[in-house]
């Protein structure tokens, strides 16, 4: 029995000594993937940084954009304004003046247009 006692325990012994092998590899393979791991953190931290920053100019720049679209929105409603009360006199002025009605003659479209233009003359304007 001594014989077979022996067998076992050095069958046990080599059973050991393969898991033993076996978990040292497995170790090292967690090893190399706790590394990457590690290093992909550090990239992704950078990344962040990096897109924290780009995240702040853009916040500025959309900042800056809003208030020069608000100053821009001031000023075609100012031209608006302008535009409408020129209208205005305009058709005051020439609410009772004939001549305001008639469409100019095509000899002064000839005369405004410059000498090397080769295009087509300007068509009679409307009157309001």
């Given at each position: 029995?001594?014989?077979?006692l022996q067998?076992?325990?050095?069958?046990g012994l080599?059973l050991?000594?393969v898991?033993?092998?076996c978990?040292g590899?497995?170790?090292?393979?967690l090893?190399?993937?706790?590394?990457?791991?590690?290093?992909q953190?550090?990239?992704?931290?950078?990344?962040?940084?990096?897109?924290?920053?780009?995240?702040?100019?853009?916040?500025t720049?959309?900042?800056?954009?809003?208030v020069?679209?608000t100053?821009?929105?001031?000023?075609?409603?100012?031209?608006?304004?302008?535009?409408?009360?020129?209208?205005?006199k305009?058709?005051?002025?020439?609410?009772?003046?004939?001549?305001?009605?008639?469409?100019?003659?095509?000899?002064?479209?000839?005369?405004?247009?410059?000498?090397?233009?080769?295009?087509s003359?300007i068509?009679?304007?409307?009157?309001?």
């Open positions: 029995m001594s014989a077979w067998k076992l325990t050095q069958g080599l050991l000594l898991v033993a092998i978990l590899g497995y170790s090292s393979l090893a190399q993937r706790l590394e990457a791991a590690q290093r953190l550090h990239e992704q931290r950078r990344s962040l940084a990096q897109q924290a920053g780009l995240i702040a100019t853009l916040q720049q959309d900042a800056q954009n809003r020069l679209m100053a821009q929105w001031q000023q075609e409603q100012q031209l608006r304004q302008q535009y409408s009360d020129y209208q205005r305009y058709r005051d002025a020439i609410k009772n003046d004939t001549c305001a009605g008639q469409p100019l003659p095509d000899a002064v479209f000839e005369l405004l247009q410059p000498a090397n233009t080769t295009g003359s068509a009679n304007p409307v009157a309001p």
